[in-house]
Each structure stands twice: as structure tokens, then as C-alpha cells.
């Protein structure tokens, strides 16, 4: 959670110096986030069990970057991570088996 906060002011400290946007020119914004990201589930077969994995509720922190290449035309990548947990849900059994911390991390690009 001390590594997580770090990075966080980290990158908060870079946005606030590195929000490069000219008007009329080519420039480079650089922007972090913290939210939260609700989990969900998926049917699955685990061995020879059938159930599902659910992902649980947890915050969820990225960085975006977009660049202006042109007037009203911009290139954007964007990161962001989600540390949860995961279980396995067995329609057979029950309870839930700890299938043990997962990063969810979604990597994305738009123009």
C-alpha cells in the first residue's frame, strides 16, 4: 500500500508539472487518475468443476497521455490497474476457493 501511495503522489506531483497544452499548437498532456473499479463474474470450468471467477471491488489508479498532432486531432494511450482479488465460485460446492491477488490492467489507444 506504501509503493501504491508513492506512485500515486508521483504521479500527481507529474501532472501538475507536465500539463503541457498549447492553444493552437502541437502539445503533450499528461494526466493520472484514482477511482474505483466495481469486480464482476464469469462462468468458467475449473478442473472438473463448473462455477465462475469473481473479480472483486477494489480502486483503480492510471496515467493517460494524449498528444495533439493537429487542430481537433489527438492521439491517446492510457494505463490503468486494478490489484484485487480473485475467487472460484463452484456451482457443485459451497463457498469459495482463493484463487489469491490478481492486477487487472487495461492498456488503450484512440485517436
Known amino acids: 500500500m506504501k509503493i ?5 503522489l508521483l504521479l500527481f506531483t507529474l501532472t ?3 500539463q503541457y497544452s498549447a492553444d ?7 494526466s493520472a487518475f484514482y477511482g474505483y473499479r466495481f469486480g464482476g463474474k464469469v462462468d468458467v470450468f475449473y478442473g472438473a468443476d463448473l462455477g465462475y471467477l469473481k473479480i472483486n ?9 494524449s498528444y495533439r498532432i493537429r487542430n481537433r486531432f ?3 494511450l ?7 482479488d480473485m475467487d472460484f465460485f463452484g456451482y457443485r460446492e459451497i463457498g469459495a476457493e482463493d ?3 490478481v492486477a487487472v490492467e487495461y492498456f488503450m489507444v484512440s485517436a
Do not use: H, K, M, P
Open 24 to 30: 493552437d499548437s502541437n502539445g503533450l498532456e499528461i
Open 57 to 65: 471491488d477494489n480502486a483503480a489508479y492510471g496515467v493517460d497521455l
Open 16 to 18: 501538475s508539472f507536465a
Open 99 to 101: 484463487l489469491g491477488s
Open 4 to 8: 501504491i501511495f508513492s506512485a500515486l
Open 74 to 76: 489527438n492521439v491517446n
Open 78 to 84: 492510457q494505463w490503468s490497474r486494478q490489484d484485487t
